[in-house]
């Protein structure tokens, strides 16, 4: 059962059938309402509510991608710690990659957990903050490991390297460029959408006001094909 902009869509196709029933006699001055003009309407609103699906679904791609790519960041850094300590037993480079790893460090929300609730849910969120600081954090550490050349861990401990941290980095990056893009095309379709569907002047809703209008003056069958047009439910809604 559609619902939401796809209802309002289905019923403005309808609208559209309606009057091109034989005997509906629909010929109305303003060219705006014209029979040509609200199929063209119809087609610009079935591709916009069609594209706006399809970049929901991108984004939710994307977002699903950049959290997977962030999943193992607190392990990540702590490994790093690890084997720098190990491979270069440096107590000063120590501290400077502690401070720069306390950075990111925020106080956890206090919360009073519920006894019957299940695990968190995952959202799907693009927190600009969270991620920029923890790539910011991983940027960081590479340029303070990129200073000292004789850190070159090997084995197991390659992807802790300098140049694998680099490496990191740029994927993060492109992870998190990745998620804002989709974001970033989902919203514009959705402001489009919404100048299609709710345009005060020339959205279809307000189409379809119009067409009742000229239906509500007259009479004969016009009448009933007033009554059947205002059957048909249109609301308004957000993104």
């Known amino acids: 059962m ?3 902009h796809e209802k309002n869509v289905s019923n403005y196709e309808t609208v559209t059938i309606i009057l091109s029933e034989p005997g509906t006699d629909y010929n109305p001055s303003s060219a705006l309402i014209r029979l040509p003009a609200l199929l063209a309407k119809l087609d610009e609103a079935k591709a916009i509510v069609a594209a706006v ?5 991108v984004k ?3 977002t699903d991608e950049l959290q997977t790519a962030f999943e193992d960041f607190d392990a990540y850094i702590v490994d790093i710690k690890r084997t720098v300590a190990v491979e270069l037993d440096d107590e000063a480079l120590n501290h400077d990659l502690q401070s720069i790893v306390n950075r990111g460090r925020r106080p956890a929300p206090k919360a009073k957990p519920s ?3 299940g695990p968190p849910a995952r959202t799907r969120s693009i927190s600009r903050g969270t991620y920029d600081d923890r790539i910011a ?3 960081d550490i590479h340029a303070l490991l990129k200073a000292r050349p004789e850190y070159r861990p090997t084995g197991a401990d390659a992807e802790f390297s300098t140049e694998a941290i680099g490496d990191r980095v740029a994927f993060l990056t492109a992870a998190l460029n990745a998620a804002r893009a989709a974001e970033a095309a989902l919203g514009n379709l959705q402001e489009a959408r919404a100048r299609t569907l709710y345009d005060e ?5 307000k189409l ?3 067409v009742k209008t000229h239906f509500s003056r007259r009479g004969g069958r016009q009448k009933d094909t007033y009554r059947r047009l205002v059957a048909l439910e249109f609301r308004k809604f957000g993104a």
């Open 208 to 210: 379809v006001k119009l």
């Open 115 to 117: 006894a019957d609730a």
């Open 53 to 57: 699906n399809e970049a929901q679904g």
């Open 2 to 4: 559609k619902t939401g």
């Open 201 to 205: 002047k020339t959205g279809l809703v």
């Open 60 to 62: 939710t791609l994307r």
């Open 137 to 139: 954090i991983l940027a």
